[in-house]
């Protein structure tokens, strides 16, 4: 709702100072009024269009999305020189013809459903409008016009106080629509005077200079000193453009150190996967989507990893154009930047696939001279991505090439080669490290161990093979069962081991129970044949069912599974407490 009445606040904002001006000298250009001095068109006058045009190219960024050019300086000293009107006109030519041109270029990069086209011709107005307006009113205040400065010096004190008021009232009310928009005032104070009020109040004093040397020495003196204006305004673009990389180089390199740690943090797959496309999207942004192609399995199949722009997994959306762009990243081995999906991707995409994205970026993870994946991004938003993107992307890929090659390693030490699940020793590891923790913080947990009910003889009945394929089943329904901060693990043969963090007796009772009935309600077919599988699970909780060692609490957990099997199977029970009667 804010956002809705503050766009409309903004767009009257707009009409109500752009039409001002433009009303105001439209009236005095054709009903001159006394007050305001008469002019015509003359040389020295194009001329100082010609250096307003040329200052008004040398835009550059100052903060975020804004930009400015130190011209006012021209204005006001053609203000000083000409009269108020045609200074005044000068200023609406330039920024109105510099607004078009601005709003074709946006309007090349930006898709459909971004693009306002009701909105740019009022913004048009208003980027001409309101500078003139305030010239126009605070020149009539300051009656500029009722002065002679040809044989007085005036000017001397009267143009740097008309520049102060002009300044500052011209940039409050430029800030007034990132105010309307619900950015903080102290932001838009800091932002404005601090940066562009400051640039602007830099270069005074040549129009000062251009003045004097207009009326004392006449057209040479004035051409001259506009033309040095100019060079300084190169020097100062120059040195804020070359400032801004260096600060965004050193921010760059800063959070790269961060990417490293974060990457390094986690040798888990699952979780490294997740860091580093926070990583990539948090350096990348401009509201990019991020996919990552890794091998993953011992046949080292390519899986296909996708986030939104907030960093959240998506449910592996099918994309061919996306595959195929990545596919062409490994089989090149290079980075691939397309701006411009429509014009660009026939080259990289088969039998004609449009990906649902405007600009993708990919690059090759490699690692001894290996491609074994692609990092890449993804806009809805035309030529989203510069090489600098590409540079940023590739430093980051070649430290998730690492991370996720150390990942595999880890994996290959950890992973039980047939389930998925962890091995028995980093479980009793792990294992220890929850006890450890639950007694110096306070905190429960609870072990479960789980065996698959009559396995010997469902081995030899159908083979290993078949049993192989039993074990891989129950281990992905246990899997799908734990929530990430879960450990699940292949005990033995056909046994089971899982810890549950921060989980009472009572809720890893309802996991167990939930496990139980899928494996025993799932279709264990085999040649035609149904199988039926069942599985007991006994659980010990800490310290609910009483303190102790590791030894001590696997102890009480394979009690309880004992017990379940005992009591005729495919049931979860509890271990009992120290003491209580079995």
Request: glycine share 8%; aromatic share 12%; charged share 20%.
């Amino acid at each position: 709702m804010w956002r809705r009445e503050s766009s409309l606040l903004k767009v009257t904002f707009w009409v109500a100072f752009g039409l001002a001006g433009w009303c105001a000298l439209l009236y005095l250009s054709l009903y001159p009024l006394e007050y305001f001095r008469t002019w015509h068109v003359e040389m020295p006058l194009i001329l100082l269009l010609a250096l307003c045009v040329m200052a008004r190219f040398l835009t550059f960024k100052v903060f975020g999305g804004v930009s400015i050019a130190l011209d006012s300086a021209f204005y006001i000293s053609g203000a000083f020189i000409f009269g108020l009107v045609p200074a005044a006109w000068l200023m609406v030519l330039v920024l109105t013809a510099d607004g078009i041109f601005r709003a074709l270029l946006d309007r090349t990069s930006l898709s459909a459903s971004e693009q306002l086209y009701w909105s740019i011709p009022i913004e048009i107005i208003y980027k001409g409008g309101l500078p003139a307006f305030v010239l126009l009113s605070l020149g009539f205040a300051f009656n500029l016009d009722g002065y002679d400065f040809s044989s007085s010096l005036h000017f001397v004190w009267l143009l740097p106080a008309f520049s102060l008021s002009f300044l500052g009232v011209h940039y409050f009310l430029a800030g007034g629509p990132h105010w309307l928009q619900g950015e903080h005032s102290m932001v838009l104070l800091q932002k404005y005077f601090s940066k562009v009020f400051s640039a602007e109040l830099n270069m005074i004093p040549l129009a000062l200079a251009m003045v004097w040397g207009y009326f004392a020495q006449g057209f040479e003196l004035f051409a001259l000193l506009g033309g040095t204006s100019l060079v300084l305004n190169l020097i100062f673009r120059r040195a804020v453009i070359y400032s801004n990389k260096l600060r965004d180089r050193v921010k760059e390199l800063a959070t790269l150190n961060k990417v490293g740690h974060l990457l390094a943090s986690s040798l888990e797959n699952r979780f490294l996967i997740n860091n580093i496309a926070k990583a990539t999207l948090g350096l990348v942004k401009t509201g990019s989507g991020f996919m990552l192609v890794a091998p993953e399995g011992k046949e080292k199949l390519y899986q296909y990893h996708y986030f939104d722009e907030k960093g959240e997994r998506l449910l592996a959306p099918e994309d061919a154009g996306k595959k195929n762009l990545a596919q062409w990243v490994m089989q090149e081995r290079k980075p691939l930047l397309v701006g411009h999906m429509r014009k660009e991707g026939s080259q990289y995409l088969s039998d004609g696939v449009s990906p649902a994205c405007k600009s993708w970026l990919g690059v090759p993870m490699i690692i001894h001279d290996e491609v074994i994946g692609v990092l890449a991004v993804f806009s809805q938003v035309k030529r989203a991505y510069s090489f600098d993107h590409l540079r940023v992307l590739t430093t980051i890929a070649d430290q998730a090439a690492l991370a996720l090659e150390n990942a595999r390693l880890y994996e290959l030490a950890t992973i039980d080669g047939l389930t998925g699940l962890f091995v028995r020793r980093y479980f009793d590891q792990r294992l220890a490290e929850e006890l450890l923790r639950s007694e110096r913080y306070g905190s429960h947990f609870v072990l479960g161990l789980a065996d698959l009910d009559d396995f010997k003889q469902l081995n030899d009945s159908y083979g290993h093979q078949a049993g192989d394929v039993f074990l891989k089943k129950s281990a992905a329904i246990l899997q799908k069962n734990m929530r990430d901060t879960d450990l699940a693990a292949r005990y033995g043969g056909e046994e089971f081991a899982f810890i549950l963090p921060r989980t009472h007796l009572a809720e890893a009772q309802k996991v167990a129970e939930r496990m139980c009935d899928e494996i025993a309600n799932t279709d264990f077919s085999l040649d035609g044949k149904k199988v039926q599988l069942t599985i007991s699970i006994g659980l010990a909780g800490f310290p609910e069912s009483g303190d102790g060692k590791v030894a001590d609490v696997i102890a009480r957990a394979d009690k309880a599974l004992y017990l379940a099997k005992r009591e005729g199977k495919n049931r979860v029970l509890l271990a009992p407490r120290i003491g209580q009667r079995i």
